[in-house]
Nanobody, 123 residues
Framework: QVKLVESGGGSVQTGGSLTLSCAAS????????MAWFRQTPGKEREGVAA???????HYADSVRGRFTISKDNTNNTLYLQMNSAKFEDTAMYYC?????????????????WGQGTQVTVSS
């Protein structure tokens, strides 16, 4: 069973930076898509960024140019570098995996989730 464990959440000031990490385990073949999602109370979970094993990345319009997703297969860790943080980036951030494809498909195709890590942006 693939297990995903997020870390690195916390408080950050507007305009500041924060890096989230997701330690992945329980698999031998890393050829699948991984992503970061976020969710605020009362809203649906939304895809933020995704990356496949070839390094092809996808970003939501709301974070493009500010966030960077990366994957280190040597230590099975997914990262999300958050720069120029905004109030609206405040959310619970989840790491996710789509084990059914080598490339990133739709946001709806992700079926493995971590427990989440909270990010709060304040002035």
């Amino acid at each position: 069973q693939v297990k995903l464990v997020e870390s690195g959440g916390g408080s950050v000031q507007t305009g500041g930076s924060l890096t989230l990490s997701c330690a992945a385990s329980g698999y031998t073949d890393s050829d699948f898509c991984m992503a970061w999602f976020r969710q605020t109370p009362g809203k649906e979970r939304e895809g933020v960024a995704a990356v496949d094993n070839r390094g092809i990345v996808h970003y939501a319009d709301s974070v493009r140019g500010r966030f960077t997703i990366s994957k280190d297969n040597t230590n099975n860790t997914l990262y999300l570098q958050m720069n120029s943080a905004k109030f609206e980036d405040t959310a619970m951030y989840y790491c996710a995996a789509d084990l059914g494809s080598s490339w990133c498909r739709r946001w709806e195709d992700f079926g493995r989730w971590g427990q989440g890590t909270q990010v709060t942006v304040s002035s």
